[in-house]
């Protein structure tokens, strides 16, 4: 009987190659890659990216930074107040759409988030991708609408960026707590109910979060004072004062951080919970 031949070549090679499929795929790689992947589909889309994202900022700098000011009803350093509670304004609610409006599409009539939740990675993992790249997106719409707030209102009494890296740190804690918003609201909320949601939760979030006004000038009416704290964008807006315009009135800075930290827990821990829930169910 003739023995058999090996060829130690191709011997090695299918060695090579069953080695390869065997083995594991890292977390990180897996991480990345879907981030890649939307950051991807963000670049494509970047001009409507910043429209839906701009828009309503720029039309608040117009009125209430440029054209009020030049009419003279507005006095003293509102510019100063104004500026960081657009900011604030900008890149939170860039992030909560960020995140929400794809996951209430990936979770909607065509489940595109299955998917999603093939990769080899736990559940938790496709949340937190979520939460990164709306961080990511919001910065960008910070860091975009500074110098036209800039540009539109001129120079700015007490603006400084002298405290950089106070900037990045509130910046990265408020794009946080709203992608976290958004991925909480986007697996509570169906499609047909996104109106319904902006009309009664972020239209008075927006009105009532100290983004147009400081807090500290809501002395006047103590009550107010003190039931907006529940609005997490009140945090955002006061820790963008007290990092960009420090001279100006505006909420202690340790607690607009510790606020923003106390949030991002609570509410990243609710919506991976009921991330997880939807997600197996």
Same mark, same amino acid.
């Given at each position: 009987?003739?023995?058999?031949?090996?060829?130690?070549?191709?011997?090695?090679?299918?060695?090579?190659?069953?080695?390869?499929?065997?083995?594991?795929?890292?977390?990180?790689?897996?991480?990345?890659?879907?981030?890649?992947?939307?950051?991807?589909?963000?670049?494509?889309?970047?001009?409507?990216?910043?429209?839906?994202?701009?828009?309503?900022?720029?039309?608040?700098?117009?009125?209430?930074?440029?054209?009020?000011?030049?009419?003279?009803?507005?006095?003293?350093?509102? =510019?100063?107040?104004?500026?960081?509670?657009?900011?604030?304004?900008?890149?939170?609610?860039?992030?909560?759409?960020?995140?929400?409006?794809?996951?209430?599409?990936?979770?909607?009539?065509?489940?595109?988030?299955?998917?999603?939740?093939?990769?080899?990675?736990?559940?938790?993992?496709?949340?937190?991708?979520?939460?990164?790249?709306?961080?990511?997106?919001?910065?960008?719409?910070?860091?975009?609408?500074?110098?036209?707030?800039?540009?539109?209102?001129?120079?700015?009494?007490?603006?400084?960026?002298?405290?950089?890296?106070?900037?990045?740190?509130?910046?990265?804690?408020?794009?946080?707590?709203?992608?976290?918003?958004?991925?909480?609201?986007?697996?509570?909320?169906?499609? =047909?109910?996104?109106?319904?949601?902006?009309?009664?939760?972020?239209?008075?979030?927006?009105?009532?979060?100290?983004?147009?006004?400081?807090?500290?000038?809501?002395?006047?009416?103590?009550?107010?004072?003190?039931?907006?704290?529940?609005?997490?964008?009140?945090?955002?807006?006061?820790?963008?004062?007290?990092?960009?315009?420090?001279?100006?009135?505006?909420?202690?800075?340790?607690?607009?951080?510790?606020?923003?930290?106390?949030?991002?827990?609570?509410?990243?821990?609710?919506?991976?919970?009921?991330?997880?829930?939807?997600?197996?169910?």
């Amino acid at each position: 009987m003739t023995a058999a031949r090996h060829d130690p070549v191709t011997d090695d090679s299918v060695s090579a190659r069953q080695t390869s499929v065997d083995r594991p795929v890292s977390t990180a790689r897996v991480f990345f890659a879907l981030l890649r992947r939307d950051l991807v589909v963000s670049r494509r889309e970047l001009p409507f990216f910043l429209v839906r994202t701009t828009v309503q900022p720029l039309l608040f700098l117009v009125v209430f930074g440029y054209l009020l000011p030049k009419m003279g009803f507005t006095r003293g350093n509102y =510019q100063s107040a104004l500026l960081p509670g657009i900011l604030g304004v900008s890149l939170s609610m860039s992030s909560f759409q960020a995140v929400t409006f794809p996951m209430v599409m990936d979770f909607g009539r065509t489940n595109e988030i299955e998917d999603r939740l093939l990769a080899p990675v736990p559940v938790e993992y496709v949340a937190l991708e979520k939460i990164v790249n709306g961080v990511f997106q919001g910065t960008i719409a910070g860091l975009v609408i500074l110098p036209i707030a800039r540009l539109l209102m001129g120079p700015i009494d007490g603006l400084t960026f002298a405290h950089v890296g106070t900037i990045l740190l509130v910046t990265l804690l408020g794009t946080a707590v709203f992608s976290a918003i958004g991925l909480l609201l986007g697996v509570l909320v169906e499609a =047909q109910q996104i109106g319904f949601m902006f009309s009664l939760v972020i239209a008075p979030m927006l009105f009532f979060g100290c983004a147009y006004y400081p807090w500290v000038g809501l002395h006047v009416v103590p009550w107010m004072q003190y039931l907006v704290l529940i609005n997490p964008l009140v945090y955002v807006s006061e820790g963008m004062r007290g990092a960009l315009t420090p001279s100006i009135p505006h909420m202690p800075l340790i607690w607009s951080i510790a606020a923003q930290l106390l949030l991002l827990a609570v509410i990243l821990t609710a919506a991976l919970n009921r991330f997880k829930r939807r997600a197996i169910a």
